[in-house]
């Protein structure tokens, strides 16, 4: 007799379903992030040895700035590019600019992306309720009164620098894009740093902020590409090709014609 599969497993591993395969993958590569989220989480609430040693990480790497004060402006600087303000204009200015050449599918992808990554970070911040740490640079302009897990800056730049690397990726030459990659991973990283070293955040707040702001973008890619191929588009690796590579030609830059 013929073995047959339940329905419903039939159904998502069937690449002809209207989310088959596409969203299975998806679902094991977000659990891959959301199993080390959730231990971090819970790790920080119920051990006190784990947040203490984070805790003495975090003291460590901001006394270590103490030792050179010329570089608070530096990190200041760093740290506002993962500042709400300067997503929102940052966003807002790439809004306007997609506007202007029709592209309101990719609009709506940047918006859900960052809006949504934002909503998701003050639900988990309120969750889980960490004050932030005691030891902070009187010198530092970026000071808040918020909750410290996870680090918004880190969380919004991974999403934001991310969302925006993925829409203008088909701009960049192919042989180039893997060091577009390595620039975003570098600022990313640097602006978690900035973070650590002006004390408004710990080591775990960061890394909360990078991994939940990578599921979160990983769902928002994966969302759009199969409302993508809904709309009758072949299937494209994000990663090589962008979101949207068919808007390449209207996404280039207009070059002004020299008068006769």
């Not at 969203?23 to 819970?42: G, K, N």
């Not at 991973?185 to 890394?207: E, M």
């Amino acid at each position: 007799m013929k073995m047959q599969l339940p329905g419903l497993v039939q159904r998502r591993l069937d690449p002809a379903q209207r989310y088959g395969l596409r969203l299975t993958l998806f679902a094991a590569a977000l659990s891959l992030i959301a199993i080390p989220f959730a231990w971090l989480v819970t790790e920080i609430i119920q051990r006190e040895d784990l947040v203490e040693f984070d805790q003495a990480v975090s003291r460590q790497l901001f006394e270590v700035k103490l030792d050179f004060p010329f570089v608070s402006d530096v990190f200041n600087f760093i740290s506002y590019l993962g500042h709400p303000i300067w997503f929102w204009f940052l966003v807002g200015l790439t809004c306007l600019f997609l506007w202007r050449r029709h592209q309101n599918k990719l609009i709506a992808f940047l918006l859900t992306s960052t809006i949504g990554g934002s909503l998701v970070n003050t639900a988990v911040k309120w969750s889980v309720d960490r004050p932030r740490p005691t030891f902070r640079d009187p010198a530092a302009v970026t000071l808040q009164t918020g909750k410290s897990f996870p680090s918004g800056h880190a969380m919004s730049s991974t999403i934001a620098y991310g969302a925006l690397l993925l829409i203008f990726l088909p701009l960049i030459p192919a042989k180039r894009r893997k060091w577009a990659f390595v620039a975003y991973g570098a600022l990313v990283l640097l602006i978690g740093i900035a973070r650590l070293a002006l004390g408004v955040h710990y080591v775990s707040d960061v890394a909360g902020g990078y991994t939940l702001g990578l599921a979160w973008l990983t769902l928002s890619v994966a969302a759009f590409e199969i409302w993508r191929e809904e709309r009758g588009k072949p299937p494209i690796h994000p990663m090589q090709k962008g979101v949207e590579p068919d808007a390449a030609p209207e996404l280039k830059p207009s070059v002004p014609r020299s008068a006769s």
